[in-house]
């Protein structure tokens, strides 16, 4: 069974930049002040890359592009449903399940970090927006971002079951696919990916300019 490219470079680079990251920030998280800097400027980094590839989602290549893999709701049921039963539809890209984990995380994870800006540990260290919005305001944001990573690791929970189920159960290697971007074709005619170097461009650029115009704002 032949295979083919699904995954190109900036698809599989973004995504184990995101796990590592994302690891950092669970582990600085509730560290001592040396290390929350270091938590400061990885979630810099998470957002710029969230960035980019949220861009690289409306410019990139066919796999990437979110109108390629993100389905109703009508089409994601009827999915789980075959999925439960172990007879689901092959998909190249996304299938409709892995595509809503994919838009729930990066939600949940720009909240994340969309909130961090704004919070402080109320002794050294403040957010590069934090001064811009009233006391309870940036208290309620703390908040959410105290909280929200319990659901961000219920949820990379769920996706690393996801995908221990089709490596296991249905013989499917979306772990390997990650990494070297390809995956067999089964009955699925493929198309030809190519990767748009203006769209990798301006994506890069988005991501840079912001993770340049965090840096230069004072911790």
Known sequence: MRSTLVWDWP????????????????LTGKSEE????????????????IIARVLYGFYGSYYARFRQFVKGPNITIRYLKTLLKGKPRHYLGHNPMGASMVVALLVALSVQWGTGLFTSDEVFTYGPFYSLIPETLAEQLASIHHFLPNILLGLVALHVLAVLYHELCLKERLVSAMIYGRKKCHNTAPVVVKVPRWGVVFSLLMGLSWLAALWMMPI
């Open 11 to 26: 698809v599989r680079i973004s995504h184990w930049l995101m796990v590592l990251l994302f690891t950092g920030l669970i």
């Open 34 to 49: 040396d290390y929350l800097q270091y938590h400061f400027h990885m979630g810099y980094s998470l957002s710029a890359v």
